[in-house]
């Protein structure tokens, strides 16, 4: 077969009828869940400001510094969203949502794009769900954006996954805590990779998210930022613990959890499965009380998560879960001749017109053909429509599944097929 002249770009990735049904059913899913939860949905352009995103991400960050899609149009600088915190802020402010009253619980799903090697659940493209709330500092909010995650999981039928829970401070508990992990790396700078030697000065706290093999001996002996805490950052991290507990929802605590953005702050977590190998995040979030006010909005306190929705299809491939029925059809019409085509065409609308599914065939094939495509199509029934079936005004409907048949009237056979769907 000759390769095609046209084809995807690295990283980027068509998603077939074959697999389209699948996404269907998860993002159903997830807006009934919303719907549960009372969170409403909001989309954004998948193109923003440069700046908004480098601001409200961070400069540091691997996926600012190494991973965007960013380009210019005369004086504009452009860049493929990367993620979906920042350009749901920047709706939050633009609007003046906090004016609609109350707490906004806002909820996403929706393709990004970062710059990043391919590889198995981590495409250029790519695809999330997630919620943000904004207008509330209790605990109650982040507990909720929690929840609201992990029964997306349990309903799918994932169960075997760990909830990893962290406070990261707020800004004077990390001053303090920056000192203090600064303190401690010192002595070890020379060991540090590269990537943490770049970090050190400018955000030492993001050495703790650092995977390369030379850093973990470090920074399993780190000084953590759960012991630098101020009284009222570790009240909330308490109430948060708590709320877990009483709906029982069960955590580990890692105190080295930062997450990869620079606008977390307070609460901070993650939703890993072993059933994904090596890429085992599921989903992650936290609170991020400061970024509204960053980008220019109103003092506003917010928390969220996001979820990769390629690494979830991962896992269900895993434990074979199925998240959509095999495709099916109600009804093919099967034709023997031009008159019996034309009769065939204008009763598919009288079928689907009750609801039902309904099809026939395009290229004019022999009868053995089309039922053959019916098959193909795995059609509940098909009608077989010739000469004499026209002139009497019944049709053979044909049970494929049973290889079953009998002779009816168009009106019998939509009552009978609308009793069975």
């Known amino acids: 077969m000759a390769k095609p002249k046209y084809t995807t770009h690295l990283g980027m990735v ?14 159903q899913i997830i807006h009934e869940e919303a719907r549960r939860f009372n969170f409403e949905e909001i989309r954004t352009p998948i193109m923003e400001q440069t700046e908004l995103i480098v601001r409200g991400v961070g400069q540091l960050t691997d996926i600012v510094s190494k991973e965007i899609f960013a380009f210019e149009k005369g004086d504009s600088h452009y860049v493929l969203r990367p993620e979906l915190t920042a350009p749901v802020v920047r709706a939050f402010v633009e609007h003046h949502m906090e004016q609609r009253g109350g707490s906004q619980k806002l909820y996403y799903i929706g393709p990004m794009f970062r710059a990043e090697k391919p590889q198995k659940g981590r495409q250029r493209q790519f695809h999330q769900f997630g919620v943000e709330v904004f207008g509330s500092d209790d605990a109650v909010a982040d507990v909720e954006c929690i ?32 000192k203090a992990l600064t303190d401690y790396l010192q002595p070890h700078y020379d060991r540090l990779s590269d990537l943490s030697k770049n970090r050190f000065e400018k955000n030492p706290m993001r050495i703790l998210d650092s995977k390369e093999p ?47 953005m620079d606008y977390y702050t307070r609460t901070a977590f993650e939703l890993k499965s072993p059933d994904l190998g090596s890429q085992d995040a599921l989903a992650g979030g936290g609170r991020y009380d400061l970024l509204v006010e960053d980008i220019g909005g109103p003092s506003t306190p917010a928390v ?19 998240l959509a029925e095999p495709k099916k059809v109600d009804v093919y019409f099967i034709t023997l001749g031009e008159d019996a085509r034309k009769w065939a065409l204008k009763q598919l609308s009288a079928v689907r017109n009750e609801g039902l599914s309904a099809t026939m065939d395009y290229m004019g094939r022999s009868m053995k053909a089309q039922m053959k495509d019916a098959d193909r199509e795995n059609a509940s029934y098909t009608v077989i429509v010739g000469s004499n079936e026209l002139e009497e005004g019944k049709f053979t409907l044909r049970n494929m599944k049973e290889s079953e048949e009998e002779m009816l009237s168009l009106t019998d056979i939509i009552n009978k097929l609308k009793k069975l769907a």
């Open 14 to 27: 068509d998603i077939l009828p074959d697999e389209s049904p699948k996404w269907r059913a998860l993002e």
């Open 147 to 178: 929840a609201f995650m992990i029964r997306i999981y349990k309903r799918i039928g994932i169960q075997n996954f760990e909830l990893l829970l962290n406070s990261v401070g707020d800004p004077e508990s990390r001053e303090n805590y920056k």
């Open 214 to 260: 030379e850093d973990q001996d470090i920074i399993k002996d780190a000084p953590v930022i759960l012991d630098y805490l101020n009284e009222e950052t570790e009240a909330h991290f308490e109430k948060v613990k708590a709320m877990l507990d009483t709906l029982g929802i069960q955590y580990t605590i890692d105190p080295h959890l930062v997450r990869g």
């Open 304 to 322: 969220g998560f996001a979820a990769g929705m390629e690494r979830l299809m991962i896992a269900c491939e895993e434990l074979d879960i199925h």
